[in-house]
């Protein structure tokens, strides 16, 4: 019996150690995930500074790709106002821009008459006013094209726009709006108008008459 009893008690024990055994290893792996968490945030931080130095070299040369295109669009636009057929070499030109840009990822922002106001995609050059209220902080001329990376929070290279704003017409502003008793005096009968008319006007005959004595 105490031989049993014994190697009940060494099971136990060997039950415990594996116990604890596990707990190390449950401890070691959550260590272990951690620290891969660990660095794989720092290689995310690192790639996106990479990428941040990259862009910053590379944009001076970008902006000038951007001006290229609205030069070409311009061109491009005036050439079909005239009829002429360089507007299709010209349409070659700024389309072959695009798709050097997208080789790098960059995507037009899609800048168009019309379209809402965007701070975070449009740079405003100027402001034009308008009567129209609808009109208010929309684009009425695209100077430059904006270019943004794919998936990325900021735009690389902002759209420089022209940009309504509501201003009321001089006329509208000067709108005087008529008093309670000038609608009343409006809306009643023509006889009834007369008699208002004869009392608004009998103090001031009255004051010229004290006036004269």
């Known amino acids: 019996m105490a031989q049993i009893e014994e190697e009940r008690i060494d099971a136990g024990r060997g039950s415990e150690s594996i116990a604890d ?11 272990t995930e951690r620290h891969e968490q660990i660095i794989r945030q720092m290689q995310e931080r ?35 106002e005239r009829g002429e057929h360089a507007a299709r070499d010209l349409a070659f030109f700024r389309t072959a821009i695009e798709e050097a840009l997208a080789l790098i990822d960059l995507d037009s922002v899609a800048a168009a008459v019309g379209i809402p106001f965007d701070p975070a995609r449009h740079h405003a050059t100027a402001v034009v006013a308008t009567p129209a209220r609808e009109l208010d902080q929309t684009v009425q001329r695209v100077i430059r094209q904006g270019f943004a990376y794919t998936d990325a929070t900021r735009t690389a290279i902002p759209a420089q726009v022209v940009i309504f704003r509501y201003e009321a017409a001089d006329d509208e502003a000067q709108i005087v709006e008529p008093t309670a008793t ?6 009643a009968s023509p006889a009834v108008q007369d008699e208002t008319a004869d009392a608004l006007q009998t103090p001031a005959s009255g004051a010229s008459e004290g006036e004269e004595q």
Request: proline letters at 2%; hydrophobic letters at 50%.
């Open 21 to 31: 055994l596990a707990e190390q290893i449950r401890r070691f792996h959550e260590r």
């Open 46 to 80: 690192i790639t996106e500074l990479q990428g941040d130095q990259v862009q910053a070299l590379l944009k001076p040369a970008l902006v000038r790709f951007a001006g290229l295109h609205a030069q070409a669009s311009d061109a491009e636009a005036e050439a079909i």
């Open 182 to 187: 000038e609608v009343a005096i409006d809306e």
